[in-house]
Nanobody
């Protein structure tokens, strides 16, 4: 499966952005989807994940209540709605996929499919 992330940009603190990740080359509902990010000089970190049907979601603590992951299986797309953005959310954001039969996990090494990143910059 191929993944294409989009929607990044420059936003002021407190603002919102919605990232999208379109997929192709596979049956979208066969995959759990996740978002990760990598800030300058830091390691990649898990942000959020959603199971194949969209009923189960999982967030890292720092984004709970601000970010929402969702998916539209008819459009083969996963979204990350980011509200109340903070300068520390500045990073390159990546979408990832793993088989639907596997649990949602934070370890990036357990996600075999990755898209290219999209840069989110939050100014103070």
């Amino acid at each position: 499966v191929q993944l294409q992330a989009s929607g990044g940009g420059l936003v002021q603190a407190g603002g919102s952005l919605r990232l999208s990740c379109a997929t192709s080359g596979g049956t979208f509902s066969n995959y759990a989807m996740g978002w990760f990010r990598q800030a300058p000089g830091k390691e990649r970190e898990f942000v959020a994940a959603i199971n194949w049907g969209g009923r189960n979601t999982y967030y890292t603590d720092s984004v709970k209540g601000r970010f929402t992951i969702s998916r539209d299986n008819a459009k083969n797309t996963v979204y990350l709605q980011m509200n109340s953005l903070k300068p520390e959310d500045t990073a390159v954001y990546y979408c990832a996929a793993r088989g639907a039969g596997y649990p949602l996990v934070q370890a990036g090494s357990q996600w075999p499919y990755w898209g290219q990143g999209t840069l989110v910059t939050v100014s103070s």
